[in-house]
């Protein structure tokens, strides 16, 4: 096969000069396929660093069966080189997601649960520790409460400001208000006949009454509701 053409034909007689060599220098042009590993000099078997670059690889020139498992790394890819458009769908699993690669900050704003899907239990949510409190079926506040004259002392409280002695009853302050006046109060409470039994006073207060204070004597209340 022929491996290269030139501009010049020599004839029987011709001289060899100087500006004959130069354009035949000048001239010459490397046949199809006439490059390959016997005709490049290799280093160590292989092209040197550098001898070829993107401008001279044709289009498609590289396949994929040209590429070596494991070759394309995470520092071979360009910032953004791979985008929505190439990730073939349902391609990423679980398995394939690295452990605490995905934060709560990577997660889509509209996924994740607010205060109004909460309250009307919308499915498919995730849910965050400071919009649980909005769930129907999550207390909005407890505490214990000391029913002894004129204690009223907080214990163990939970969305409580604070409560006070009114004289023959305990007044609660809620730390973070109700929606309404609709919410329910559980009470159970040690000593005496009378029933205990609460009264709500506002969206923030409610007052709980039973039996003749005592020392040691105390009640528990645990808020049901929606809160504002």
């Known amino acids: 096969m022929s491996y290269g053409t030139t501009t010049i034909t020599f004839a029987d007689g011709m001289q060899v000069t100087s500006a004959r060599m130069n354009e035949i220098m000048s001239g010459f042009r490397l046949a199809s396929q006439s490059v390959d590993a016997t005709t490049i000099t290799l280093s160590s078997g292989v092209l040197s660093v550098g001898v070829l670059s993107a401008a001279n690889l044709g289009a498609d020139s590289v396949v994929t069966a040209k590429i070596l498992d494991g070759n394309v790394t995470l520092a071979k890819l360009a910032a953004d080189s791979v985008n929505a458009s190439k990730i073939v769908a349902l391609s990423i699993t679980g398995s394939l997601i690295a452990e605490t690669t995905i934060g709560w900050t990577k997660t889509l704003t509209a996924d994740r649960a607010t205060q109004a899907?909460?309250?009307?239990?919308?499915?498919?949510?995730?849910?965050?520790?400071?919009v649980l409190k909005y769930h129907p079926g999550v207390a909005k506040a407890y505490?214990?409460?000391a029913f002894e004259n004129g204690s009223a002392a907080v214990t163990g409280g939970?969305?409580?400001?604070s409560a006070s002695d009114t004289g023959t009853a305990r007044e609660i302050t809620l730390a973070n208000a109700m929606a309404n006046t609709a919410y329910a109060v559980e009470i159970t409470g040690n000593g005496g006949g009378t029933p205990w039994a609460y009264t709500i006073n506002s969206t923030t207060k409610f007052t709980v009454d039973g039996p003749t204070e005592a020392s040691g004597r105390k009640f528990s209340f645990v808020v049901y509701g929606q809160l504002a």
């Open 158 to 161: 939970y969305n409580v400001t």
């Open 143 to 145: 505490g214990t409460v």
């Open 117 to 130: 899907d909460m309250q009307s239990e919308t499915a498919a949510n995730f849910v965050s520790p400071d």
